[in-house]
């Protein structure tokens, strides 16, 4: 069983940065893969970052491509998302989510688990 928290989100002005953090809970979070996901009002929840459990491996969506940067630091059982050059689009709410399973990562029905997410906005 893992829990997962987010933290870092707000409102932040257009061209702005945040870095949101993911805290796990559970002796084992540096077996799972981590994805970061988000969900705009009206919209379906969509991959945006993953990050293999070593962190040798990370997956962006080609609309953050270049401003965002996902990393991990299993030591302290922390996953991370650095955010730059935020745009309006961008403002939603982020989920963190954590897999065992293999399949593509941008595939929501392979995250096992998902924290309760954290909104991010940001303002023109």
């Known amino acids: 069983q893992v829990q997962l928290v987010e933290s870092g989100g707000g409102l932040v002005q257009a061209g702005g940065s945040l870095r949101l953090s993911c805290a796990a809970s559970g002796r084992t979070f540096s077996s799972y893969g981590m994805g970061w996901f988000r969900q705009a009002p009206g919209k379906e929840r969509e991959f945006v970052a993953g990050?293999?459990?070593?962190?040798?491996?990370?997956w962006y969506v080609d609309f953050v491509k270049g401003r965002f940067t996902i990393s991990r630091d299993n030591a302290k059982n922390t996953v991370y998302l650095q955010m730059n050059s935020l745009k309006p689009e961008d403002t939603a709410v982020y989920y963190c989510?954590?897999?065992?399973?293999?399949?593509?990562?941008?595939?929501?029905?392979?995250?096992?688990?998902w924290g309760q997410g954290t909104q991010v906005t940001v303002s023109s």
């Open positions: 989510a954590a897999r065992s399973t293999q399949g593509a990562w941008s595939g929501k029905e392979y995250y096992e688990y």
């Open positions: 990050i293999s459990w070593s962190g040798g491996s990370t």
